[in-house]
């Protein structure tokens, strides 16, 4: 065992699942703090054995004693801080959203000051920037100016400028980052997971609907998972964000990928032409330079493994026929 020890917030949902699977796999002490105790999407991507070898805390990020508490008790040395309700949720119910995703932020900052941590890493979001008619750059600088035109963006950009005043205050490092649409086993919920359901549909022999199409940033979780690692224990200095890049590609390809990899999908998996407001993706030079060498699946390697996994998993009963979309 190293003497590192990992605290993942929201480490049920889709990116903290495999945050975790990549920890345990290294052997290093993981304890995840969720709302949610549906081990859905562990038992997804982990066997028993590995999810034995977590510690569980069941608590609400807006409750800053219980935060606290779970980094204090637990002798945690690194953060990395996910807990989020994601575009829809937070349309839905911004108050809920604003204290789930702002508050919840600062708490965390919280706790790391409380427990003489000197660095978190969290997720931000390509939500934090504009239209993509805003910006002359088809692929956005990590410095592009922000727009966000959710409540969900602004919330995210409301966590960048939390991070920068913890560090001028508290002398708190933090790397923010900036994924775009995460895709993969466990990519089950939120405004972008549509493409994800499609590759599970073809895994189940299903028709699906994208519900948009566009150019996109497209970024497998076990790639982000480990991106996440790597600057949790990379030495910072400020208050950083930093995007994700990932594959920049039309939703046509991902679906040409999805029929490559699952030759009975062909004409059943369809998408809706409309893009996404957003900027078609984002350029990671910046996080390239801080971290060196990232992961990176490319696109059709990325879709096939899923879609590998789904109908595993289908054939094994880890996703009922009813769909994990059910969680
Ligand atoms: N999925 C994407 O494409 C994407 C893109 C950009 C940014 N992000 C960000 O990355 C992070 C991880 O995203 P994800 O796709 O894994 O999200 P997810 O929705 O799958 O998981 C979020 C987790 O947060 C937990 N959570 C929600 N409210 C909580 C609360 N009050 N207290 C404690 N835990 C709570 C949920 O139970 C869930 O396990 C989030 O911060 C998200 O905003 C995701």
């Keep these: 065992m190293s003497e590192e020890k990992f605290l993942v917030t929201g480490a049920m ?21 969720d709302l949610s105790s549906n081990k859905q999407r562990l038992e997804l991507i982990m066997d028993a054995a590995e999810i034995a070898q977590v510690s569980f805390i069941y608590g609400d990020i807006t409750d800053t004693e219980a935060v606290k508490t779970a980094v204090s008790d637990h002798n945690i040395t690194h953060i990395i801080h996910l807990a989020a309700l994601q575009v829809p949720f937070c349309k839905a119910n911004p108050p809920v959203g604003a204290a789930v995703n702002v508050v919840g932020t600062v708490n965390v900052f919280e706790a790391a ?3 003489g941590i000197g660095q978190v890493v969290y997720a ?20 592009a100016p922000l727009h966000p035109h959710t409540h969900y963006g602004v919330f995210k950009q409301a966590n960048e400028g939390t991070a920068r005043i913890y560090w001028q205050d508290d002398g708190i490092a933090s790397i923010g980052l900036r994924p775009y649409t995460l895709y993969g086993p466990g990519r089950d919920q939120g405004m972008t997971s549509t493409p994800t359901k499609a ?18 940033g497209f970024q497998y979780n076990d790639d982000v998972a480990k991106i996440f690692i790597q600057a949790a224990r990379t030495p910072a200095e400020g208050a950083n964000v930093y995007n994700l890049r990932g594959s920049v590609a039309h939703m046509s390809e991902v679906v040409a990928a999805i029929e490559a990899a699952e030759p009975s999908a ?17 350029d990671d030079a910046e996080l390239r330079h801080l971290l060196g060498d990232i992961p990176h699946t490319p696109l059709a390697d990325g879709v ?23 969680i």
């Design 13 to 33: 949902g889709c990116l903290g699942a495999w945050v975790v699977r990549n920890l345990v796999r290294e052997g290093v002490e993981t304890a995840v703090f």
């Design 113 to 115: 000051k409380a427990a």
């Design 124 to 143: 931000s979001s390509v939500a934090v920037y504009g239209r993509k008619d805003e910006y002359p750059d088809r692929l956005l600088p990590h410095d």
């Design 199 to 216: 590759m599970l549909a073809a895994a189940r022999g299903e028709a699906y609907h994208i519900s948009y199409g566009g150019y996109n």
């Design 266 to 282: 062909k004409g059943r998996i369809t998408y809706e032409e409309a893009p996404l407001v957003l900027p078609e993706g984002q």
């Design 304 to 326: 096939a493994r899923t879609i590998t996994h789904f109908k595993q998993a289908v054939a094994d009963g880890r996703l009922a026929k009813t769909g994990e979309e059910s």
